[in-house]
C-alpha cells in the first residue's frame, strides 16, 4: 500500500459534483486545446477542491503535483517531447484524461467558464470560444446548456464550494463570451473574502507590482532582494498569490497549506499604519485566530513603527550583501581557494558561456535532475531535502518566463552538454540577486567559475552590490556564503500580533 492509499484510507469523501456535458468525447478525443499548456504557471491549469484531490489521488495521480491538499492548482508536467506542459491527470498516449469520471468541477464546466468582468465587480458565466467545437454550435444550444449548468451553480451546496475555493473563479477573458451575470455568487464571494477585489497574481501584473515598488522608494541598493515581483513569483505553482490595490496601496497574499500571509509588507509611498491593519483585518478574517497571519520581508527601517503599532518583530535569515567588484576579481588570500577552483576549471575543462535561451529549457531540466540526484546522494538535512523537492517547479517557471522577468540567465557546456545554469535580476541599478544558480557537482570549480562569471558581467554593465539572498537556515549554504566575506548582512523580520501571554 502507497502512502498516499494509506493516507486516503480514513479519507471523507463526498459523492463528486456532476455537470451536464455539452461536447461530445469523441469530439473532445479528436481536439489538442485542452488539458495542455504553453507555459508550467499557466492561470488556466485546473483547480481541485480537497475532495476532487482525494478522488484524483485514488484514480493514480501523483500525490506531488497537488501542492496544497486543502485545494489547488495542479503542477503542470513538462511535454518531455515538446516545449508545452500537460495535466498530470492527462494521458498523452491516448490524449484522454485518466480521471475522466472524477475529473473537477473546473473541468467538468469547461467550456462554459467562471470568470470575473473586466472590472473585476460581478462574476459572471460565459463560454470559451477557444474550445474548436463551440465555435460549430448553435448559439441557442450553449444557451439551454448555459442555463442548466447555472442552475446547479445555484444551488446552496455548489456556491458554497465555489466561494470556498475563489480560484474556481478566472480572471476576465476577452475570448470568453459572456452568457449570464451570477449575482448570487458575487455576493456570497464579497461576504466571504471582503468588498475589496482580490486578484491572483499573474506575469500580466508585474508591471503593476513593479511601478508600487518604484513609488514606495523601499526598493534601493541595500534592500532585500524580495523586493522585486520575481522573487515572489517563481513559486507560483506552490503557492497561490493574490493582490489587491486599495487607496494608491498594492496588497501582496500569499496562500499557503498553513494560511494565508502576506510575503511583503503592504506597498505604498505613505504611513504604513493604515494599510497594515486593513491587512492583518483580512489575515485574521481568513485565517480565524491562527498565528499564520504574518508579514515576512519587513525591513528594519519599518521595525520601530511597527513595535510602536504593538506588532511582534522576530528577525528571520538576512540577506548577504558583497561588493560586486570583490567577487569580480577574487583578489588577495581570503579568495585564495575559490580563485584556485576557478583556475582549476578553466585549465581541466573545454568550455563555451552563453546566454540562456527558452531552448535550453529541456538541457536545464536534465542537469537539474542530475543536481538534484547528487545533492541527496550527499545526504541532506530534512530542510534541504523539503528545499530541493520544492525547486523543480520554481525553476520551471524562471525557465519559461525568463524574459518576461528579464531575468539575466547563462548557461556554461561542455562539448555541447548543458553542465551549469544561472539566473539574476537587478534589483536596482546598482545591485544584482542571484536568483539561483545549479552546477554538475562532479566538475570542480565549475560553480565557482560561473558565479565570477556572472559578477564580472554585472560589474561591467554598472552593479555596485551582489546580493546573493539568505542562506535558508542550512549550516553548508552560510558557510559557503560567509567564505566570500559579505560587507553586509541585510536585516529581515516577520511582523505578527503580539499575543497575550
Ligand atoms: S483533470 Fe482531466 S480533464 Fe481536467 S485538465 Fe486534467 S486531464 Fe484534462
Given at each position: ?100 469520471e472524477q475529473r473537477p468541477l473546473d473541468c467538468q464546466l469547461y467550456p462554459l467558464a467562471l470568470m470575473w468582468d473586466e472590472a473585476h465587480d460581478q462574476v459572471l458565466l460565459g463560454w470559451d470560444t477557444k474550445c474548436p467545437f463551440m465555435r460549430e454550435e448553435i448559439p441557442g444550444e450553449i444557451q439551454r446548456h448555459a442555463d442548466r449548468v447555472m442552475a446547479l451553480l445555484d444551488q446552496q451546496d455548489i456556491r458554497d464550494q465555489v466561494v470556498a475555493h475563489p480560484r474556481l473563479i478566472g480572471r476576465f477573458q476577452e475570448d470568453v463570451v459572456m452568457l449570464t451575470r451570477l449575482p448570487r455568487l458575487t455576493e456570497a464571494m464579497a461576504s466571504q473574502w471582503g468588498p475589496v477585489p482580490l486578484h491572483r497574481l499573474t506575469v500580466d501584473d508585474i508591471p503593476r507590482m513593479t511601478a508600487a515598488l518604484d513609488r514606495s522608494g523601499w526598493c534601493r541598493a541595500q534592500s532585500l532582494a524580495a523586493y522585486s515581483p520575481v522573487y515572489h513569483y517563481m513559486w507560483n505553482g506552490l503557492l497561490a498569490y ?260
Open positions: 500500500m502507497s502512502a498516499y492509499t494509506n493516507e486516503l484510507a480514513g479519507a471523507f469523501v463526498t459523492p463528486p459534483i456532476t455537470l451536464p456535458q455539452l461536447v461530445p468525447s469523441r469530439t473532445c478525443l479528436q481536439c489538442d486545446v485542452c488539458c495542455r499548456f504553453p507555459d508550467p504557471d499557466s492561470a488556466l491549469r485546473p483547480y481541485f477542491t480537497e475532495n476532487e484531490i482525494t478522488r484524483a489521488l485514488t484514480g493514480g495521480v501523483e500525490g506531488a503535483a497537488f501542492p496544497n491538499r486543502r485545494g489547488s492548482q495542479v503542477i503542470l508536467a513538462p511535454d518531455h517531447h515538446g516545449d508545452g506542459y500537460f495535466c498530470p491527470a492527462f494521458d498523452v498516449a491516448t490524449s484522454t484524461c485518466r480521471i475522466y493574490w493582490w489587491m490595490e486599495l487607496q494608491g496601496t498594492f496588497y501582496l497574499f500569499a496562500q499557503s497549506p498553513d494560511g494565508w500571509f502576506m510575503p511583503l509588507p503592504p506597498i505604498g509611498a505613505g504611513l504604513i499604519d493604515e494599510p497594515l491593519s486593513v491587512a492583518m483585518g483580512l489575515l485574521q478574517r481568513w485565517n480565524g485566530d491562527s498565528p499564520v497571519s504574518r508579514v515576512e520581508n519587513v525591513p528594519s527601517q519599518l521595525v520601530p513603527e511597527l513595535e510602536r503599532l504593538g506588532y511582534r518583530l522576530t528577525p528571520k535569515e538576512p540577506d548577504y550583501l558583497y561588493r560586486a567588484t570583490d567577487l569580480a576579481a577574487l583578489v588577495g588570500d581570503r579568495y585564495k581557494s575559490q580563485r584556485a577552483l576557478c583556475n582549476r576549471f578553466e585549465r581541466e575543462q573545454s568550455f563555451e558561456v552563453g546566454l540562456y535561451r527558452v531552448g535550453d529549457r529541456q538541457d536545464c531540466r536534465a542537469l537539474l535532475g542530475d543536481w538534484s540526484r547528487q545533492k541527496q546522494s550527499e545526504g541532506l538535512e530534512s530542510f534541504g531535502a523539503m528545499l530541493l523537492a520544492d525547486a523543480t517547479p520554481a525553476h520551471e517557471v524562471v525557465w519559461s518566463q525568463a524574459s518576461a522577468f528579464r531575468l539575466t540567465g547563462k548557461v556554461v557546456r561542455i562539448h555541447g552538454r548543458l553542465c551549469a545554469y544561472t539566473f539574476g535580476y537587478w534589483l536596482t541599478s546598482a545591485t544584482f540577486c542571484v536568483l539561483l544558480e545549479v552546477t554538475d557537482r562532479t566538475l570542480p570549480g565549475l560553480a565557482q567559475y560561473l558565479f565570477r562569471e556572472t559578477c564580472r558581467t554585472v560589474v561591467a554593465e554598472g552593479a555596485e552590490y551582489i546580493n546573493t539572498m539568505d542562506d535558508a537556515g542550512l549550516p553548508g549554504l552560510r558557510a559557503s556564503k560567509q567564505a566570500y566575506h559579505p560587507t553586509m548582512l541585510i536585516p529581515n523580520f516577520v511582523a505578527s500580533l503580539a499575543r497575550e501571554s
